[in-house]
């Protein structure tokens, strides 16, 4: 089993920032690729930003220049710092972790969302 626990969703002014925090627990072996995706009321989820095992990093042309992903392995974590956040950012933040279990099956597991909330 794999579980992924968020943290750090909240409200906050316009200009503002946030950062979100994401930590994977079980039975892991590797953690392959990490990513951040969001999804705003009547509107689908989107991927923000992802990042692989090597640590190349690809986002969303609306978060570019606002948005970093990290990933620290030896914590088992994904963090999404967001700056500069904008009305439109609003929306449940849900981690997705693909990992390799140590029973060397492959598991895609999402977090259970954090609401980012940007309003004055």
């Known amino acids: 089993q794999v579980q992924l626990v968020e943290s750090g969703g909240g409200l906050v002014q316009p200009g503002g920032s946030l950062r979100l925090s994401c930590a994977a627990s079980g039975s892991i072996l590797i953690i392959n690729d990490m990513g951040w995706y969001r999804q705003a009321p009547g509107k689908e989820r989107e991927l923000v930003a992802h990042?692989?095992?090597?640590?190349?990093?690809n986002y969303a042309n609306f978060v570019k220049g606002r948005f970093t992903i990290s990933r620290d392995d030896a914590k088992s974590t994904v963090y999404l710092q967001m700056d500069s956040l904008e009305p439109e950012d609003t929306a449940v933040y849900y981690c997705n972790v693909r990992v390799t279990t140590r029973a060397y099956t492959f598991l895609d597991r999402w977090g259970q969302g954090t609401l980012v909330t940007v309003s004055s």
């Open positions: 990042i692989t095992r090597g640590g190349s990093t």
